[in-house]
């Protein structure tokens, strides 16, 4: 069963790097087919030579790190204030977390276009990235984790005078890496693959990222034909820093339940 379900969600990648290096005809004709008859690279030349690619992935980077550093930054310090600090609210503060869960994303974008509109950050990378920087998920997600080490090990740092940052940051934070991974995973491949907020944040051609570029491809702005191994050969390179990533740091993700049991 287990191999099944590899095989389901692993094939449709293996169609998407085929599919990249086949002649528009054949993706056509043979669409599900893993071996092409011809091996062209002309999806990728075409792309990188008829397409603003590497601008696409510049923005795509950019966007990405300050996204992953502000969720990293933000979601640990505030699940650490709804751990640790003691103050009127916090309860209710954390209900309305758990229920922006709750609610569909596609819900805000448009609320979200009118903020940014009226603050005078569309169109802006501000725009694209102010609203990303925190999540309702990595707050609850590294609140849980603190609540899951015992007070008492900052006992010593606050006899000693260390204040709530202090604590946090020295602390209790590095007791905190499997879960600030996991927040580093998810924030990563959240923003590289964010579509809907870049769609209602920007208008400007130049600030296009790797999914408003690829989403583009798909409507056929570059000629004539279907297109598939142009569309799948963008698709191919967009996916490999995800990839390289999750690989890179699948162990730590899957050991952030055992991390919180042993702090």
Same mark, same amino acid.
Request: net charge neutral; charged share 10%; hydrophobic share 50%.
């Given at each position: ?5 590899? *095989? ?7 169609? =998407? ?16 087919? /893993? ?6 690279? %002309?999806?990728?030349?075409? *792309? ?7 601008? @696409?992935?510049? $923005? ?9 550093? !502000?969720? +990293? ?27 922006? *869960?709750?609610?569909?994303?596609? +819900? /805000? ?7 940014? #509109?009226?603050?005078?950050?569309? #169109? ?36 000693? !005078? ?6 946090? @940051? ?5 007791? %905190?890496?499997?879960? /600030? ?9 959240? =923003? @590289? $693959? ?5 769609? +209602? ?5 130049? *600030? ?9 491809? +798909? =409507? ?16 191919? /390179?967009? =996916? ?14 899957? #050991?952030?339940? %055992? !991390?919180?049991?042993?702090?």
């Amino acid at each position: 069963m287990l191999i099944f379900l590899a *095989l389901v969600y692993i094939y449709p990648f293996l169609i =998407s790097i085929a599919g990249s290096f086949k002649t528009d005809s054949e993706a056509t004709q043979n669409p599900l087919g /893993l071996i092409p008859e011809t091996i062209t690279f %002309a999806a990728y030349e075409q *792309l990188f030579a008829n397409s603003p690619f590497a601008l @696409w992935a510049g $923005n795509t980077v950019f966007v990405t790190v300050c996204v992953t550093i !502000g969720r +990293v930054l933000f979601d640990s310090m505030a699940g650490y204030a709804l751990s640790r600090l003691k103050f009127r609210g916090r309860t209710v503060i954390f209900v309305l977390f758990i229920g922006i *869960l709750s609610v569909p994303g596609v +819900v /805000l974008l448009i609320p979200r276009f009118l903020i940014l #509109n009226e603050v005078g950050l569309y #169109n802006t990378y501000g725009g694209m990235i102010i609203p990303l920087l925190s999540t309702a998920a990595g707050v609850f997600i590294m609140k849980q984790f603190f609540d899951s080490i015992p007070e008492s090990i900052e006992e010593a740092a606050r006899i000693d !005078g260390a204040g709530n940052f202090r604590r946090f @940051w020295s602390v209790v934070l590095p007791m %905190a890496t499997p879960a /600030l991974v996991t927040i580093f995973i998810l924030s990563f491949q959240g =923003s @590289w $693959n964010e579509l809907g907020h870049f769609i +209602v944040s920007r208008q400007s051609q130049d *600030l296009n990222t790797l999914t408003v570029g690829v989403a583009q491809l +798909v =409507s056929g702005t570059l000629g004539a034909g279907n297109q598939f191994p142009l569309q799948l050969a963008a698709a191919v /390179l967009m =996916s490999i820093p995800v990839a390289v990533l999750f690989f890179v740091f699948q162990r730590r993700i899957m #050991n952030t339940t %055992a !991390g919180a049991e042993k702090g």
